[in-house]
């Protein structure tokens, strides 16, 4: 398995476009999560889905943000408008749901809001 | 809900010397504690993990400590070498419950 893929890798946008980020979890795994990465906040917990269905959004910080998981095998965040303030490093992770296990992270989409 | 706080934010020791990186965390009922290592630039991977149900694991130079009464767990990396230089975190999560939290991480330099 090639793990978990994210798309793009890199992503400049000027304030108030609309970006969407993307993400295929490793097969099989049932949880999949999104995480933002700031110098300043750490790693924050954005959402999590299991079996494709929304568990904790408790972290989504406003309305601009909205996940989704059509299928066991693609995820998306979205912001829309975007703003200076969600620049970061977003980070996709899956685990298989046998209880507590290892989470895969992707190699991350660095988001730049100018 | 759990809340992890992890010290020392940075740690710099000498090359072959040992480093210690604490955690706690405020939710009795959490019993599955990883680590994750983040080199520069990439992605964070795990590195050991502790369930609630042992007081120690260790994986060669790497070992991780659990007081379950305390609410406190611990990494301990013995002679220290430079590709252990990352940023460092902890983790905790309740058993079924998917959900991590995760610690601010500690920046660990390894000083040749």
């Known amino acids: 398995d090639a793990g978990v893929i994210q798309s793009p890798r890199h992503e400049v946008t000027e304030m108030g476009q609309e970006v969407t980020l993307r993400c295929k979890p490793i097969s099989g795994h049932n949880s999949l999560f999104w995480y933002r990465q700031t110098m300043m906040r750490g790693l924050e917990l954005l959402i999590y889905?299991?079996?494709?269905?929304?568990?904790?959004d408790s972290g989504m910080p406003e309305d601009r943000f909205s996940a989704k998981m059509p299928n066991a095998s693609f995820s998306t965040l979205k912001i829309q408008p975007s703003e200076p303030r969600d620049s970061a490093v977003y980070f996709c992770?899956?685990?298989?749901?046998?209880?507590?296990?290892?989470?895969?992270f992707g190699q991350g989409t660095r988001l730049t809001v100018v | 809900g759990e809340n992890v706080e992890q010290h020392p934010s940075t740690l710099s020791v000498q090359e072959g010397d040992s480093a210690v990186i604490k955690c706690t965390y405020s939710?009795?009922?959490?019993?599955?504690f990883p680590w994750y290592k983040q080199e520069l630039g990439k992605r964070p991977q795990l590195i050991i993990d502790?369930?609630?149900?042992?007081g120690e694991k260790k994986d060669q130079r790497i070992a991780v400590t659990l007081n379950k009464t305390a609410k406190h767990f611990s990494l301990h990396i013995t002679e220290t070498q430079p590709e252990d230089s990352a940023v460092y975190f902890c983790?905790?999560?309740?058993?079924?419950?998917?959900?991590?939290?995760f610690g601010t991480g500690t920046r660990l330099t390894i000083i040749p």
């Open positions: 939710d009795s009922a959490s019993n599955y």
């Open positions: 992770a899956s685990s298989a749901h046998w209880g507590n296990t290892e989470a895969f």
């Open positions: 502790i369930r609630s149900n042992v």
């Open positions: 983790a905790a999560s309740l058993f079924g419950n998917e959900k991590l939290t």
């Open positions: 889905f299991n079996n494709n269905v929304p568990i904790d």
